[in-house]
């Protein structure tokens, strides 16, 4: 994780008695992983805005930093001049962009959560990039409405909507940006959320840059299977305190879509699965350009693809980007 960010959330954390930040850990837990939109923020007051920093901003961060990694690498050149993070409570997404993309830009976060806008404010100050972004209460739903900008993130969001909702914000960001990123959590339900603003945004227009190497329907059978990735996570001692945790990391899992009407180069293929790495094979699952998904066995006689393939990871590109093919 950011740093910076890591020595924010720990100086946040610090003096705030633990019972009353597991209690709102507990809550949010439960809210986070319910399957009814909410009708009222979740984020409430400051303690809970502590336990949600403590508990979802590094994975949220490292999640939506590696969906930024992998749509980076299918634009290279390319930097965004402005951002809107649509329901970015605390900017976990705007340190992640800033990560993926050093350098200022317009920033704007929108949230309907005072206190998680509030804390959000205060923690950018740590960064010089992001000291000058707008924190501005929004209602994110079907009277949303976003002024023109080169990249729209949405993280964590989709599951507290209503259909209508979800419908109305994907169209509100295919209208006003260049590109879209939207990472969900990675479960069955939230990678539901993110095919249907996937289909949105296809036909919208929008080209999918990752982690689709094609724009075509999911080759995914509905119901069988479900795309999602991992990001490793690293805890402070804060963190593992907070979340109960004994581990040095935890691995957050998630899925994602990054749509773009750039001239982007999608990957090949993408590794969906952990490749298996056996005496002189390495086994990848590949979801590939030709609209399927199939394993592929590398092997030593591969010669340079098959050092690349023991070191490729789930979420990857295949073959990876600049190497042989």
Not at 297 to 303: A, F, I, N, P
């Amino acid at each position: 994780m950011n740093d910076p960010l890591r020595t924010a959330l720990a100086e946040l954390l610090d003096g705030l008695p633990p019972t009353e930040v597991a209690a709102a850990v507990d809550r949010l837990i439960a809210n986070y992983r319910g399957a009814t939109p909410t009708h009222a923020p979740i984020l409430r007051d400051r303690a809970d805005v502590a336990a949600y920093a403590a508990y979802r901003m590094p994975a949220t961060f490292e999640a939506v930093r590696s969906a930024l990694e992998a749509f980076a690498d299918t634009v290279p050149g390319w930097t965004p001049g402005s951002h809107v993070d649509v329901g970015g409570g605390t900017g976990a997404a705007t340190w992640a962009v800033t990560t993926t993309w050093p350098g200022e830009r317009g920033v704007t976060v929108l949230d309907w959560a005072e206190p998680a806008l509030a804390l959000g404010r205060e923690i950018a100050a740590a960064h010089p990039s992001l000291r000058g972004a707008r924190w501005q209460r929004a209602r994110i739903g079907a009277d949303l409405t976003l002024d023109a900008t080169d990249l729209v993130t949405v993280s964590y969001v989709l599951n507290e909507l209503s259909g209508a909702d979800r419908a109305a914000l994907v169209d509100a960001a295919a209208g006003a940006a260049q590109t879209v990123v939207i990472v969900e959590a990675g479960t069955p339900a939230g990678y539901d959320r993110v095919i249907e603003a996937r289909d949105r945004l296809v036909r919208a227009g929008f080209r999918i840059a990752a982690p689709c190497p094609h724009s075509a329907a999911c080759p995914i059978v509905p119901g069988t299977d479900w795309c999602h990735f991992s990001a490793r996570v690293g805890r402070s001692s804060l963190h593992r305190q907070v979340k109960g945790g004994s581990l040095a990391y935890e691995d957050e899992k998630f899925s994602y879509v990054a749509a773009t009407r750039l001239p982007a180069e999608p990957a090949p293929a993408r590794v969906v699965r952990r490749p298996q790495i056996r005496k002189g094979q390495v086994l990848l699952d590949l979801c590939e350009a030709e609209e399927q998904l199939r394993r592929t066995t590398v092997t030593k006689r591969h010669g340079d693809l098959y050092k690349a393939a023991r070191d490729a990871d789930w979420g990857d590109a295949w073959p990876p980007y600049g190497s042989v093919s």
